[in-house]
């Protein structure tokens, strides 16, 4: 089935400014065109999922551009886009540890923050 910009912003949720950015960037490079309009099928909508996916776990757009150049590139360069990715995801799983000791963090300060100023507030009566 084919998609115009605007069926594909709506199932991926991106404005179609976004979708125009992204093959200005280099990170669409197999959107076909027809007269000039892009044509968009059901597994470029994959790759845009996974354009955004890269995105919102901190892969650099020029990173990502990279990375799809090793996917589409006829000479196939399946072994560096697995290294991109493999690092990516080491730095999510990174993200992921950090992310829980913050939470961590916040959660004790949560249960034990309104003690802490009970205790400073009444220690600073009696002075």
Not at 47 to 58: A, E, P, Q, S, V
Not at 87 to 112: C, G, S
Request: glycine fraction near 4%; aromatic fraction near 10%; proline fraction near 2%.
């Amino acid at each position: 089935m084919n998609y115009t910009i605007s069926q594909v912003a709506q199932k991926t949720n991106l404005s179609i400014y976004t979708i125009r950015y992204y093959d200005k960037e280099g990170l669409l490079p197999f959107i076909t065109r027809e007269n000039g309009t892009r044509v968009f099928h059901e597994q470029d909508i994959d790759w845009i999922d996974l354009i955004c996916c890269l995105k919102n776990t901190g892969m650099p757009i020029k990173e990502i551009r990279t990375f799809i150049e090793y996917c589409t590139d006829h000479d196939a360069v399946v072994e560096k886009g697995l290294e991109i990715l493999l690092k990516h995801k080491q730095h999510v799983e990174q993200q992921m540890i950090d992310t829980q000791r913050n939470l961590a963090t916040i959660e004790y300060k949560i249960k034990h923050l309104p003690e802490m100023y009970k205790k400073k507030f009444s220690v600073g009566e009696h002075s």
